[in-house]
């Protein structure tokens, strides 16, 4: 149970260290409340579900991308400014790393759930479904994004974080698409022995 602990302590101090002097209060609770939700969800099924070990880091880290969108906002994170102009890109591209990431996380709990509760009687579907949940998700999000950019006006602009691109929305779907793919062709594997692990 130590390693689980230790988890929870990154956890905090990731989501605390965000919450100090972010670049402002409204956009950082939009960026890291997928987070906070996450952790409540898990923490609730942890007795009657517990992934395996290497799904929760990932999970962590994909909240430590979150946290850092929420502490700077995407379009400002400083080291992707770097990045910008060392590699003369137009926008900073920090918040496609969030996105990749938000297919690739979803793409290992789905793939999970799938195996464990035997969701599917052949297992030829589970990629292609895998990437329909995170393509789902992905669209559901960029929905969110959007109706909160209408509701709130200007103070959600740093939440859209389109940074003048026609295609943002377009291409964060991509690169959740992407980031679920590259899941299963890297992780499956590491993954199945994982979760066999569990079932000892």
Same mark, same amino acid.
């Given at each position: 149970?130590?390693?689980?602990?230790?988890?929870?302590?990154?956890?905090?101090?990731?989501l605390?260290?965000?919450?100090?002097?972010? =670049?402002?209060?409204?956009?950082?609770?939009?960026?890291?409340?997928?987070?906070?939700?996450?952790?409540?969800?898990?923490?609730?099924?942890?007795?009657?579900?517990?992934?395996?070990?290497?799904?929760?880091?990932?999970?962590?880290? =994909?909240?430590?991308?979150?946290?850092i969108?929420?502490?700077?906002?995407?379009?400002?994170?400083?080291?992707?400014?770097?990045?910008?102009?060392?590699?003369?890109?137009?926008?900073?591209?920090?918040?496609?790393?969030?996105?990749?990431?938000?297919?690739?996380?979803?793409?290992?709990?789905?793939?999970?759930?799938?195996?464990?509760?035997?969701?599917?009687?052949?297992?030829?579907?589970?990629?292609?479904?895998?990437?329909?949940?995170?393509?789902?998700?992905?669209?559901?999000?960029?929905?969110?994004?959007?109706?909160?950019?209408?509701?709130?006006?200007?103070?959600?602009?740093?939440?859209?974080?389109?940074?003048?691109?026609?295609?943002?929305?377009?291409?964060?779907?991509?690169?959740?698409i992407?980031?679920?793919?590259?899941?299963?062709?890297?992780?499956?594997?590491?993954?199945?022995?994982?979760?066999?692990?569990?079932?000892?």
């Open positions: 149970m130590k390693k689980y602990y230790l988890l929870l302590v990154l956890f905090f101090a990731g605390i260290l965000s919450a100090i002097n972010p =670049h402002d209060y409204f956009t950082w609770v939009l960026e890291v409340f997928p987070a906070i939700i996450g952790f409540l969800v898990l923490l609730l099924t942890f007795k009657s579900f517990r992934f395996t070990y290497l799904t929760y880091f990932f999970i962590l880290v =994909h909240c430590f991308i979150l946290f969108g929420g502490h700077y906002t995407y379009a400002m994170v400083p080291a992707f400014d770097w990045i910008k102009e060392v590699f003369h890109q137009s926008r900073n591209n920090y918040d496609k790393v969030g996105h990749f990431f938000q297919g690739f996380v979803p793409a290992m709990i789905a793939r999970e759930i799938f195996i464990r509760k035997q969701v599917f009687n052949k297992d030829g579907w589970v990629p292609f479904l895998v990437v329909c949940v995170c393509g789902t998700i992905s669209l559901l999000y960029e929905l969110l994004e959007w109706l909160v950019s209408v509701s709130s006006g200007s103070a959600g602009d740093s939440f859209l974080g389109t940074q003048g691109d026609i295609w943002d929305t377009q291409s964060d779907m991509l690169f959740a992407i980031g679920a793919i590259s899941m299963i062709v890297v992780m499956s594997k590491w993954q199945d022995k994982a979760i066999n692990r569990t079932k000892v």
